[in-house]
């Protein structure tokens, strides 16, 4: 086989979850890669974007796909629809026929592909029926696929996942339908990286389709529960014989990072089980041991730390945004007050008035960063949570602040509802 340097990866829905995580992992073994997305300047902010080449096109539009294949090897194919609402499975099929006939005109040897967990021979939900359904349109073409199916995938910034935390985090008395005992095997983000990795330099798992989970199957309600656990959150469940998904779904988009388009498909999901019934993943793969789902709970409630989230604001160009991301809260806000980087080092030391505002906040520790890195300040104190603040000039010259604020359980919420209604206060630049 070509080493890795020889050779050039694809990486499709490269603004994608999978894909940010993806990425990086692929630059350090040495590959070439190439990013295929809609909109270009969504990755600017990407800490790798200098290090790939960046390729504007639709996998809806077939034309726009011809460059992108062009001397790769392997394609990743990490695209869903979900988010275009009604009719999102014909584009779903339409999509994967586009980019698989792309890919045998240009010669590339090898797409991988991360579906959905379920058994084909049940009735499914629309979502995983058309993740199945993905599977097989990519394969019509002939290039040789490899297909993981996976569930749910446990780690930050997944939209499964940010469901299930930002649930158990808020609802002392979680209550939901009674298909919440359906099961379920989650992978950890960390695993599910590791195998797109290994499939580059495993030529058997060409052709195959590899399900992936945890070695223990849980319900939906309990995976609910064993992260309220850890958390160290006392919850209680009631699970009612019917509660319609629209409504579900709707308390989702307001309570939780997950929109709409997305919850729906997501809630109808879970009437299927998602379990492995084929052991094919250890028998291609045997060095990966995936991760009990409560240990990669762990390993992802120990990366809450704003040093090691994506700053997907950032995309949107905009003065002041606020959203829930990665298991935080944020505020971010821009402000015309020139200020240098030099000026932001003194704030650690002055602490001004301003910082002093935040209730039940007793002072602001420095935290280390590498020299050139934006300030950034831990608050120290009895919080319902773990609160931090970060400033840096932007090329502009004016000053960005953001606030971080992880909250713990019910508390932590109302505590940053109570930030923001004190906002002109505390948040003045």
């Known amino acids: 086989m070509n080493q890795p340097l020889n050779q050039l990866i694809l990486v499709s829905g490269a603004t994608g979850y999978i894909a940010s995580r993806l990425i990086p992992r692929l630059l350090e073994a040495g590959y070439r890669v190439r990013c295929l997305a809609r909109s270009p300047q969504k990755l600017r902010h990407r800490a790798w ?4 080449e960046v390729v504007a096109g639709d996998v809806t539009r077939p034309a726009s796909l011809s460059a992108a294949m062009q001397g790769v090897s392997t394609a990743y194919y990490l695209i869903h629809s979900m988010a275009a609402g009604h009719g999102y499975q014909r584009i779903d099929l339409e999509s994967a026929r586009n980019f698989a006939g792309a890919a045998k005109k240009a010669g590339v040897e090898h797409i991988i592909y991360v579906g959905g ?50 649930i158990a985090e808020q609802f002392p008395l979680m209550i939901g339908p009674d298909w919440l005992r359906h099961r ?24 195959e389709i590899v399900e992936l989970g945890c070695e223990k199957s849980r ?35 307001k309570l939780t990072p997950v929109e709409f388009s997305y919850a729906l498909p997501l809630v109808e999901g879970l009437q299927n089980d998602s379990l492995v019934l084929e052991p094919t993943a250890r028998r291609l793969f045997p060095s990966i041991e995936p991760l009990d789902y409560a240990e990669a709970v762990r390993q992802s409630l120990a990366d809450l730390d704003p040093r090691r989230i994506e700053r997907v604001w950032l995309d949107a160009g905009q003065e002041h945004v606020r959203l829930k991301h990665e298991g935080f809260l944020v505020d971010y806000r821009v402000s015309d007050l020139p200020q240098s980087h030099e000026d932001t080092k003194k704030l650690g030391d002055l602490v001004p008035s301003w910082l002093k505002n935040f209730p039940r906040v007793s ?34 010259g004016k000053t960005s602040r953001t606030l971080f604020f992880a909250p713990k359980g019910l508390p932590g919420f109302l505590y940053w509802h109570m930030l923001l209604i004190l906002k002109r206060e505390i948040f003045v630049l």
Not at 49 to 52: G, K, R, T, W, Y
Not at 227 to 238: E, M, N, P, S, Y
Not at 368 to 381: D, I, R, T, Y
Request: with cysteine.
């Open 49 to 52: 974007f200098s290090q790939v």
């Open 117 to 166: 967990l379920a058994d084909p021979r049940e009735k499914l939900a629309l979502h995983l029926l058309s993740r199945i359904e993905s599977g097989v349109a990519l394969r019509e073409a002939g290039v040789p696929v490899t297909e993981f199916r996976a569930g749910v995938i446990a780690g930050p910034g997944s939209v499964s996942f940010e469901m299930i935390r930002f």
């Open 184 to 207: 379920s095997q989650p992978i950890a983000t960390s695993d599910i990286i590791e195998y797109l990795l290994a499939a580059q330099v495993t030529p058997e798992c060409r052709g």
């Open 219 to 253: 319900s939906y309600i309990e995976v609910m529960e064993e992260f309220a656990r850890i958390r160290g959150l006392k919850r209680k469940t009631l699970l009612l014989p019917f509660i319609p998904p629209l409504v579900m779904a709707f308390l989702i988009d």
């Open 363 to 396: 002072g602001w520790e420095t935290v280390s960063q590498p020299e050139g890195s934006p300030l950034l300040l831990k608050a120290q104190g009895n919080l319902p949570g773990e609160l931090w603040l970060e400033q840096s000039a932007t090329p502009e």
